[in-house]
């Protein structure tokens, strides 16, 4: 069975703090999409990764692939309150890249207070 | 923001009963698929439609059927609810389904069921 874990489950910061959240696997994906779910709304797509190694930035956050595609980072500078929420990562597996087969992570939820 | 739109939003039912309920959207994608979301279980794939009639299970479709009549509309149907089914439900459309990259999904706003 393939698994994405993502650490930590849980994180509260402060306005400014800088933070980074994980997403882990033993698999190899053919590539890697990173969700943020506000409460009572669906999650909405920030970024998908593709090539091992690949850096994207998203103004304060940046996005990194792990050069053997099994593992991603979330980046964010300066926390704001509005960047609250649960980050999920969703891998698409080798030589399996449909939606139908993404493999989903329990999510990161993160507080940032004011 | 993608066009979709979950009803009902929030609801409520007894063990035994049967429950509908409705994805549409308005964005004209092919694809449409019909998560789960639990503590402890993440986002869960129930089943999912490459176009009108077409459909196939996910990982977690024991007790649950779908249908697409339309290509704007999919159904979910928990044919005797019970009470493992209490979770948020929610739908997704992508426009290809072959590549992940380039057709990401687009989520609706969910559906709270809570089989007492």
């Known amino acids: 069975t393939q698994l994405l874990e993502q650490s930590p489950q849980f994180l509260s910061i402060q306005e400014g703090e800088n933070l980074t959240v994980y997403c882990n696997s033993s698999s190899v994906f053919s590539s890697l999409q990173w969700y943020r779910q506000e409460p009572g709304e669906g999650p909405v797509l920030l970024v998908t990764?593709?090539?091992g190694g690949e850096v994207k930035k998203l103004k304060r956050l940046t996005f990194q692939f792990g050069d053997a595609r099994k593992d991603s980072s979330l980046h964010i500078t300066a926390a704001q309150p509005g960047d609250t929420g649960l980050y999920l990562c969703?891998?698409?597996?080798?030589?399996?890249?449909?939606?139908?087969?993404?493999?989903w992570g329990l999510g990161t939820s993160l507080a940032v207070n004011p | 923001d993608a066009g979709i739109t979950q009803s009902p939003r929030h609801k409520v039912t007894e063990t035994g009963t049967p429950v509908t309920l409705r994805c549409h959207q308005t964005e004209n994608h092919r694809y449409m698929y019909w998560y789960r979301q639990d503590p402890g279980h993440g986002l869960r794939l129930i089943h999912y439609?490459?176009?009108?009639?077409?459909?196939d299970k996910g990982e977690v479709s024991d007790g649950y059927s779908v249908s697409r009549s339309k290509t704007e509309d999919f159904l979910l149907t928990l044919e005797s609810a019970t009470s493992s089914q209490t979770s948020v439900y929610f739908c997704a459309i992508s426009q290809e389904e072959g590549s992940s990259y380039n057709s990401p999904l687009h989520f609706g706003n969910g559906t709270r069921l809570t089989v007492t």
């Open positions: 990764v593709v090539t």
């Open positions: 969703a891998g698409a597996p080798r030589n399996a890249g449909n939606n139908r087969k993404l493999i």
């Open positions: 439609s490459y176009g009108v009639k077409d459909t």
